[in-house]
Nanobody, 126 residues
Framework: QVQLVESGGGLVQPGGSLRLSCTAS????????MGWFRQATGMEREFVAG????????IYTDSVKGRFTISRDVAKNTILLQMNSLKSEDTAVYYC???????????????????WGQGTQVTVSS
């Protein structure tokens, strides 16, 4: 049984920073891709960033390039999302996801991921 637990969300002013963390438990002997998605109220869930098992392959959605950084600590089964220069349009529930079907190919659609965290709210507002 795989569990993904996110932390680090909260309220921040525009231009501020937050760091999200996601730790996976169960199936820790497997190699897998991990990613972050977000869903704003009334919107579809969208891909934010993804990272392969080795970290050699990283993809960002265009709207966060240069502001967000995804990283991975394989030994701790943890990924981080450092979010800088936050904007009001970044407000959403952020979800961590794991794709156990692939280890190096990062998929940017939610249908490619097997397991999901419960989500953490990020609100950017003055």
């Amino acid at each position: 049984q795989v569990q993904l637990v996110e932390s680090g969300g909260g309220l921040v002013q525009p231009g501020g920073s937050l760091r999200l963390s996601c730790t996976a438990s169960g199936r820790t002997g497997d190699s897998y891709v991990m990613g972050w998605f977000r869903q704003a109220t009334g919107m579809e869930r969208e891909f934010v960033a993804g990272i392969s098992w080795t970290g050699a392959r990283i993809i960002y959605t265009d709207s966060v390039k240069g502001r967000f950084t995804i990283s991975r600590d394989v030994a701790k089964n943890t990924i981080l999302l450092q979010m800088n220069s936050l904007k009001s349009e970044d407000t959403a529930v952020y979800y961590c996801a794991a794709d156990f079907k692939r280890s190096e190919a990062v998929i940017t659609t939610q249908w490619g991921y097997d397991h999901w965290g419960q989500g953490t709210q990020v609100t950017v507002s003055s």
